[in-house]
């Protein structure tokens, strides 16, 4: 079987919501019943038919092509399958996420992994703000599961974030891990300004110093030997995380502000 791929006739004037076109909500449906299904688009509600030619019979893998970033809420909810997105995805992509596999191979905008529960997320170019972060009103961000993103990311990565791994292979914005309660978050390039504030808990691995503020503790360098651990595990994704070795680095402890013990490691020191 081929996988069910919905194909973009045109570009969009408004926004699209997505997410009820996931293998786990489309599981048994026929190709009929899919075209019937009712998405938000804009003010109005329309038949997936009226945006997307739809081929394939295969829900456990789902492929969007000619995707938009106006594509909204790609994945959410999803317990299941995988997905592959052939361009760039819209806000919320893999929100709340339970399980299976999202493989966006352009950009996403923002609030991606918003509330993720567990399951791999891939970001081939850049994302917007929030990655991993609680959703409005909630204080709970991501919970659990990977996410890895070979561009740059916006501000605020990881803000809430209970458990769980972002690796970003590019810079990341302003607040990286700010309000974090636990997890783990990598960053190889640059970070912005106010990064850990106001961390409780969890570790930032950081390839270049950072520029923190006077809350976040310089506790001096050591060798972690149970870093090579966490760089084991990096082993079974496709990332330049995967090529870490070194056990050396210069450990902060933060945010004191908010009576926090987050850890932020800078790789290679001397």
Do not use: W
Not at 56 to 75: E, P, R
Not at 225 to 240: C, D, G, R, W
């Amino acid at each position: 079987m081929n996988a069910l791929t919905f194909t973009l006739k045109n570009a969009l004037k408004f926004s699209v919501n997505c997410s009820a076109l996931t293998p786990n909500s489309l599981d048994n449906k026929s190709i009929t019943d899919v075209a019937n299904i009712k998405v938000t688009y804009g003010n109005n509600t329309v038949p997936v038919s009226d945006l997307f030619d739809i081929t394939g019979s295969d829900a456990t893998h789902i492929v969007f092509k000619n995707a938009s970033n106006k594509l909204d809420y790609i994945g959410a909810h999803m317990s299941s399958g995988n997905i592959t997105i052939e361009g760039n995805a819209g806000s919320y992509l893999g929100f709340t996420m339970k399980s299976g596999e999202i493989h966006c191979t352009g950009s996403a905008e923002s609030y991606a992994a918003c509330n993720m529960v567990n399951g791999l997320l891939k970001i081939d170019a850049n994302v917007g703000d929030f990655v991993g972060a609680g959703s409005e009103g909630l204080r709970k961000g991501m919970r659990g599961g990977t996410v890895i993103i070979k561009g740059n990311a916006g501000d605020r990565v990881g803000d809430q974030m209970r458990r769980g791994l972002i690796l970003i292979e590019g810079n990341a914005g302003d607040y990286c891990g700010s309000r974090m309660i636990a997890g783990t978050i990598g960053v190889l390039g640059n970070v912005g300004a106010y990064t850990a504030f106001n961390m409780h808990r969890g570790t930032l691995l950081l390839k270049n110093a950072p520029s923190l503020h006077s809350t976040v503790q310089d506790c001096g360098t050591h060798t972690l030997p149970y870093l090579s651990l966490l760089f084991k595990s990096f082993k079974k994704y496709n990332t330049q995380f995967s090529q870490l070795n070194s056990q050396r680095v210069q450990r902060f402890v933060g945010d004191a502000a908010y009576k926090g013990n987050g850890e932020v490691l800078v790789l290679n020191a001397q």
